[in-house]
């Protein structure tokens, strides 16, 4: 495993640790900029219609007003994951898209 995948791990082991213990808000809002809450919350968007409605990307891009190389990156990220992996994030983001 390379060095960021390593501290990528540590990372996540923090959040879970402060999601058990109703921290995580906290440590996300100040972690984050406004820029970069808004560019997670355009890939969920993404991801979601990705997965689970049948529009092009071009489509996606006019509907949610990005780039579509931005839809693309999502697209290839979907790409290289398993069946298993893309209904796991399709059943996380579903909460959050309704």
């Known amino acids: 495993m390379n060095p960021i ?4 791990q540590k990372l996540l082991v923090t ?4 999601a058990e213990q109703d921290e995580h808000q ?13 560019a ?4 969920a968007k ?3 219609k990705l997965l689970n409605e049948s529009c092009s990307q071009r489509q996606i891009s006019q509907d949610l007003g990005v ?9 290839n990220e979907l790409k ?7 209904q796991l994030v399709s059943r996380l983001l579903k ?3 309704e």
Do not use: C, N, Y
């Not at 997670?40 to 890939?43: D, F, H, N, P």
């Not at 290289?80 to 893309?86: F, L, T």
């Open 5 to 8: 995948d390593q501290e990528w």
């Open 15 to 18: 959040i879970a640790k402060a």
């Open 26 to 38: 906290t440590l996300l809002s100040i972690m984050l900029t406004p820029d970069e809450k808004e």
């Open 40 to 43: 997670l919350v355009t890939r």
């Open 46 to 48: 993404i991801l979601h």
């Open 67 to 75: 780039g579509i190389a931005t839809v693309t990156r999502g697209s």
């Open 80 to 86: 290289g994951r398993s069946e298993e992996e893309q």
């Open 95 to 97: 909460p959050f898209i």
